[in-house]
């Protein structure tokens, strides 16, 4: 849950490999791209999230006594690789995309240079956390949006897939634009706003509902949110929730933060009749609340229907990203190099799925803006040491069907590249926001997008395309590889 020693969250596999390496010296520096190849739910867009607990991970990355031990008992270790292995640290350097950052299919979200052994190391670690916290940020954005306006808060620690998915599942949410949590560690370990009503069991707890309420805004008279549907919502809830905050109002309390929370039933056509209720007793100002299941499209629905619901709060199809099982993220080697003096080798992966066919090289990207508004116009994928300038025209073209170009005149266009240093030689030099600046990231970054990439069906999608200099380089590995 807090940073701690992970050098054993990894697969067997890269333990095996790096003995390989160990008893075949070499000094081979290596090139690992972590990147994601579709948007997920079939969006326009992701949400790059996770980066600093990969620094946190790096940072302790060390192998303890006592995995030592463990790796011995395994017997599949030799005695000078593993007495190597008690000295490992992290040497080498690390770029990736701020955390917030809106990003899209085949680009570096995190580039690792580093001696072969170290990068191997780390693939399923790096992978853990971006692939997780990246889809959860994702999908918040999309519940927000959904809201239009309106707070949510994300609630589903109880229904997430264990401590840590539930404690950084909410950081991400939160990134992706949710007002608050209910996780309290998440709070206390991300200085973010928690928050929370009753449950159904405070209710019951007491002799009758009006009791339960009263002695709730007793306690609470600033946040008195009333959930009204443990017995009936408009016949008991309402009515009990309305004469409490008459009584509040008659002992002179400010009457502010005050509402309903409704958890079941036609959450449309309760919330409307609530309402009427509530106005018609002059407290037209309280909060809605509604929660049960929701996700970006039920609260979407809800809002096309009229609902007078304007607090949300959503849990399991948020932390869990129900219909998405996964971001799909993966760490491919893309360049390697025998000694410090000499030149990247660029590598490729070959696979009849065009779509896992990997971009080669040591590489950067530039997002490319609308001059004036900043929108995203595309992005461009090309070699560590390539520049490109905005006082010269810039054609971009589509690396599949390659007929398909763009032309952005000098002056018309703003570059910015993506990828910022984050280790240099073993040092972290990247001091990572607090999570409410990276939520404010988030939210500066959304507004670079076109409404048209936003939408929940058929998004438009953004262009990430390849330098002449890269395309020209894999269409060549590709036939060398190909005669193979």
Known sequence: MRPSNLTLLTDLYELTMMQGYFKNPTDQVVVFDAFYRTNPYNGGYAICCGLEQVIEYIRELHFAPDDIDYLRSLNIFDDDFLEYLRGFHFTGDIYAIPEGTVVFPREPLLKVVAPVMEAQLMEPAILNILNHESLIATKATRVCKAAR??????????????????????????????????????????????KGTHAHSWIMSFPDELTAFRAYAKLYPNACILLVDTYDVLESGVPNAIRVF?????????????????????????SKKAYE?????????????????????LINSLKEQGAKINSWGVGTK????????????VYKLAAVKNSEDAEFVPKIKLSENTDKVTNPGN???YRIYNRGDRKIRGDLICLDDETFTEDQDLTIFDPVETWKKTTFKAGTFELRELLVPVFQKGRCVYESP???????????????????????????????DLSDKLFKMKTELFEEMSRK
């Open 246 to 270: 008459q009584e509040m109002k008659a002992a002179g309390c400010p009457m502010k933060g005050y509402g309903i929370r409704i958890d079941s039933g036609d959450l449309a056509y309760l």
């Open 277 to 297: 209720m509530l106005d018609e007793a002059g407290f037209g100002d309280a909060i809605i609340s509604a929660s049960s299941d929701l996700d970006e499209h």
């Open 149 to 194: 306006g309106d707070g949510v808060m994300e609630f589903g620690l109880r229904r997430a897939q264990g401590p840590d998915a539930g404690t950084y599942g909410a950081r991400a949410a939160v990134i992706g634009g949710c007002i608050g949590t209910s996780n309290v560690l998440t709070g206390q370990m991300f200085n973010v706003p928690v």
């Open 363 to 365: 590489k950067k990207i």
């Open 434 to 464: 607090s999570t409410m600046e990276i939520r404010d990231i988030c939210q500066q970054e959304l507004g670079t997008l076109w409404e048209e990439s936003k939408r929940f069906v058929n998004p438009h999608a953004v262009y990430v």
């Open 318 to 329: 948020l932390i869990t990203s129900y219909e998405w099982a996964a971001f799909g993220g």
